[in-house]
């Protein structure tokens, strides 16, 4: 563990999730990304350590340049909670791709290529790690390089917990009314297990929105409703190669080998996804 010399910016939030709020901060005189954690109610305080605990101990032992690296776990002075540390950095690939000025499709397609080295390394850890949030908010773009880095992993597929501590990385918070696009059909199945092919699904989307520069589904009626959403994925809807007929916005123009990738990993089937 740290020691507890962490300093906590709580008017600078860079994330937050449903338990969790990611603030700048500093260690030392490093500038770093410290993740708090809620008090919920109705929530066992004990569940919520382990679940700190847990995610801490699966960081630790975490190391690839594409994977947000974590300095260790420490103590918020000032309420004496747990908290993690990580590198601070820059911009969501999100946010990058909504800018006025948006990156080139080669920039764009070395991030997806930075991203599918994070996923191929969190799948081949033994047990494999499933993200289980791959999204466009959670791939941050280090400040000096810029390459992708994946930020907010889920735990390894043999761990489960009924807390989720996962954060969404926006200047926005929500950049959307709801990522529902970004879960799988099988995964609304009860009893259904992580496997790696739920995060080869999310990539999909994540790859058709860094691509096209459209969320999923954008510009759809009802797209704020995640149960509408969700029926549309159960049901084999996927987001058009064009864009959403007479909506206002056009959509950037997808490469038919990528087009094909893209198709294959938000495949129905989880079998036939890369």
Same mark, same amino acid.
């Given at each position: 563990?740290?020691?507890?010399?962490?300093?906590?910016?709580?008017?600078?939030?860079?994330?937050?999730?449903?338990?969790?709020?990611?603030?700048?901060?500093?260690?030392?005189?490093?500038?770093?990304?410290?993740?708090?954690?809620?008090?919920?109610?109705?929530?066992?305080?004990?569940?919520?350590?382990?679940?700190?605990?847990?995610?801490?101990?699966?960081?630790?032992?975490?190391?690839?340049?594409?994977?947000?690296?974590?300095?260790?776990?420490?103590?918020?002075?000032?309420?004496?909670?747990?908290?993690?540390?990580?590198?601070?950095?820059?911009?969501?690939?999100?946010?990058?791709?909504?800018?006025?000025?948006?990156?080139?499709?080669?920039? &764009? !397609?070395?991030?997806?290529? *930075?991203?599918?080295?994070?996923? #191929? $390394?969190?799948?081949?850890? =033994?047990?494999?790690?499933?993200?289980?949030?791959?999204?466009?908010?959670?791939?941050?773009?280090?400040?000096?390089?810029?390459?992708?880095?994946?930020?907010?992993?889920?735990?390894?597929?043999?761990?489960?917990?009924?807390?989720?501590?996962?954060?969404?990385?926006?200047?926005?918070?929500?950049?959307?009314?709801?990522?529902?696009?970004?879960?799988?059909?099988?995964?609304?199945?009860?009893?259904?297990?992580?496997?790696?092919?739920?995060?080869?699904?999310?990539?999909?989307?994540?790859?058709?929105?860094?691509?096209?520069?459209?969320?999923?589904?954008?510009?759809?009626?009802?797209?704020?409703?995640?149960?509408?959403?969700?029926?549309?994925? &159960? !049901?084999?809807?996927?987001? *058009?190669?064009?864009?959403?007929? #007479? $909506?206002?916005?056009?959509? =950037?123009?997808?490469?038919?080998?990528?087009?094909?990738?893209?198709?294959?990993?938000?495949?129905?089937?989880?079998?036939?996804?890369?």
């Amino acid at each position: 563990m740290l020691k507890p010399i962490v300093t906590i910016d709580r008017n600078n939030i860079l994330g937050e999730g449903a338990y969790s709020v990611v603030c700048a901060g500093t260690y030392k005189t490093s500038q770093v990304a410290i993740k708090t954690f809620k008090k919920v109610a109705g929530k066992d305080g004990s569940e919520l350590l382990q679940a700190i605990e847990k995610e801490a101990a699966m960081d630790a032992q975490l190391r690839h340049p594409n994977i947000i690296h974590f300095w260790g776990q420490s103590v918020d002075l000032v309420t004496g909670d747990p908290v993690l540390v990580f590198d601070r950095l820059g911009k969501s690939v999100y946010d990058a791709i909504r800018e006025n000025l948006p990156p080139t499709v080669a920039t &764009r !397609n070395k991030w997806l290529l *930075d991203t599918a080295h994070a996923l #191929d $390394y969190l799948h081949s850890q =033994d047990p494999p790690v499933i993200h289980r949030d791959l999204k466009p908010d959670n791939i941050l773009l280090d400040i000096t390089s810029q390459k992708a880095v994946l930020a907010d992993f889920g735990l390894p597929s043999s761990l489960s917990l009924s807390l989720s501590l996962h954060t969404t990385y926006s200047k926005d918070k929500l950049p959307t009314t709801n990522h529902s696009s970004f879960t799988p059909p099988e995964a609304y199945v009860v009893g259904y297990k992580p496997s790696a092919e739920y995060d080869v699904f999310s990539f999909g989307m994540a790859m058709y929105f860094i691509l096209t520069r459209h969320w999923p589904f954008e510009g759809k009626e009802m797209i704020e409703k995640p149960c509408i959403v969700e029926s549309w994925i &159960r !049901n084999g809807s996927r987001p *058009d190669r064009y864009g959403t007929k #007479d $909506y206002s916005q056009p959509v =950037d123009v997808v490469a038919d080998g990528s087009w094909d990738l893209i198709e294959s990993c938000w495949s129905q089937d989880p079998d036939y996804r890369p």
